[in-house]
């Protein structure tokens, strides 16, 4: 009878194992379509019954990740908000959910990323690069408010200034002057900033940069 009764344990143990794995298998496509739908209800109750807010999906893209590039912003902030989310996995591309949020102009989330640890700087490719790149000067504030820094370089050497005196706006441009990126440097190509803008037949950008190296020169006497 003991015996018996020791198998019957093991048979319990094993079935509650499978259960568990079979409703966790479930919970995990129903976690990524809700991301999608961006319903916060069902991201918010699978997150109450305990699971993991950091779960990636088969392409190895973290949920919250997934949740600004849709964008899903409802279940972005559910996610931001759990208490045991990482908000610095990187991606393949060396890409972090604040990159994302930056690039996509969500002002609200990345501020709430940034005042509850998010990076702002990282090696390589860094938020403020993307921030230049959308030309979005409110972004580039926040996260220069938040010691990101100015010069940051991306593999090819390639500044945020570069980045927006090609794709972003002027606005971009000045803005990051006046808060002291270095005009001089150069990209892996040699090229510098105003190089940039010329390549891109961006005038404006050109015409800001161009009047920010002739009053850092010395006035002549006469």
Same mark, same amino acid.
């Given at each position: 009878?003991?015996?018996?009764?020791?198998?019957?344990?093991?048979?319990?143990?094993?079935?509650?194992?499978? %259960?568990? $794995?079979?409703?966790? &298998?479930?919970?995990?496509?129903?976690?990524?379509?809700?991301?999608?739908?961006?319903?916060?209800?069902?991201?918010?109750? #699978?997150?109450?019954?305990?699971?993991?807010?950091?779960?990636?999906?088969?392409?190895?893209?973290?949920?919250?990740?997934?949740?600004?590039?849709?964008?899903?912003?409802?279940?972005?902030?559910?996610?931001?908000?759990?208490?045991?989310?990482?908000?610095?996995?990187?991606?393949?591309?060396?890409?972090?959910?604040?990159?994302?949020?930056?690039?996509?102009?969500?002002?609200? #989330?990345?501020?709430?990323?940034?005042?509850?640890?998010?990076?702002?700087?990282?090696?390589?490719?860094?938020?403020?690069?993307?921030?230049?790149? &959308?030309?979005?000067?409110?972004?580039?504030?926040?996260?220069?408010?938040?010691? &990101?820094?100015?010069?940051?370089? %991306?593999?090819?050497?390639?500044?945020?200034?570069?980045?927006?005196?090609?794709?972003?706006?002027?606005?971009?441009?000045?803005?990051? #002057?006046?808060?002291?990126?270095?005009?001089?440097?150069?990209?892996?190509?040699?090229?510098?900033?105003?190089?940039?803008?010329? $390549?891109?037949?961006?005038?404006? %950008?050109?015409?800001?940069?161009?009047?920010?190296?002739?009053?850092? $020169?010395?006035?002549?006497?006469?």
């Amino acid at each position: 009878m003991i015996i018996h009764f020791k198998y019957l344990k093991k048979i319990i143990v094993f079935i509650g194992l499978f %259960s568990s $794995q079979w409703v966790w &298998a479930g919970a995990y496509e129903d976690f990524f379509s809700a991301i999608k739908r961006d319903d916060a209800n069902a991201v918010q109750s #699978l997150l109450q019954r305990g699971f993991d807010p950091n779960t990636r999906d088969p392409k190895n893209f973290h949920g919250l990740f997934i949740a600004l590039r849709e964008p899903s912003p409802k279940v972005a902030q559910i996610l931001i908000k759990a208490p045991k989310i990482d908000l610095n996995p990187i991606t393949a591309d060396g890409e972090t959910p604040l990159m994302m949020a930056v690039f996509r102009g969500q002002t609200e #989330l990345a501020i709430a990323m940034i005042d509850k640890g998010a990076d702002v700087n990282k090696p390589g490719w860094a938020p403020l690069h993307y921030a230049a790149t &959308a030309g979005n000067v409110q972004l580039i504030k926040i996260l220069l408010e938040n010691h &990101a820094y100015i010069d940051a370089e %991306s593999p090819n050497k390639t500044t945020p200034l570069m980045m927006a005196a090609h794709y972003g706006t002027s606005g971009a441009v000045k803005l990051l #002057l006046e808060e002291g990126a270095d005009v001089s440097l150069k990209n892996e190509l040699g090229l510098t900033a105003i190089d940039f803008a010329q $390549q891109a037949k961006k005038q404006d %950008s050109v015409d800001v940069i161009a009047a920010f190296i002739r009053a850092q $020169q010395p006035k002549g006497k006469w």
